[in-house]
């Protein structure tokens, strides 16, 4: 069973720049599929980025093309959010996720398998 700790959270100016990490314990975390998402308070849970177990295809929640890049390193199983260019608006928790079946990834949360604790990420304006 993959175990997933994220960290890297913080508070950051309009502008600035983070990278979340989401380290992955286990055997088997190349055969899943890595997403980050996202939770504003009274929001619901939002997709943001998810790789391919092989790292090859990316996807993105349009509002974040060209400023975040999701990324995985299979053999330090660990799985990344840089954050470039970030706003107000960005500010959530941000959560990893997995998803062990099926080829594809999915925006759906109820979907993955297993998640990380989250980690706080706050934009002052």
């Known amino acids: 069973q993959v175990q997933l700790v994220e960290s890297g959270g913080g508070l950051v100016q309009a502008g600035g720049s983070l990278r979340l990490s989401c380290a992955a314990s286990?055997?088997?975390?190349?055969?899943?599929?890595m997403a980050w998402f996202r939770q504003a308070p009274g929001k619901e849970r939002e997709f943001v980025a998810a790789?391919?177990?092989?790292?090859?295809?990316?996807y993105y929640l349009d509002s974040v093309k060209g400023r975040f890049t999701i990324s995985r390193d299979n053999a330090e199983k660990t799985a990344y959010l840089q954050m470039n260019s970030l706003k107000p608006e960005d500010t959530a928790v941000y959560y990893c996720?997995?998803?062990?079946?099926?080829?594809?990834?999915?925006?759906?949360?109820?979907?993955?398998?297993?998640w990380g604790q989250g980690t706080q990420v706050t934009v002052s304006s």
């Open positions: 286990g055997r088997t975390y190349s055969s899943y599929i």
């Open positions: 790789i391919s177990r092989s790292g090859g295809s990316t």
């Open positions: 996720a997995a998803k062990s079946g099926g080829s594809n990834y999915a925006t759906n949360p109820r979907l993955y398998d297993l």
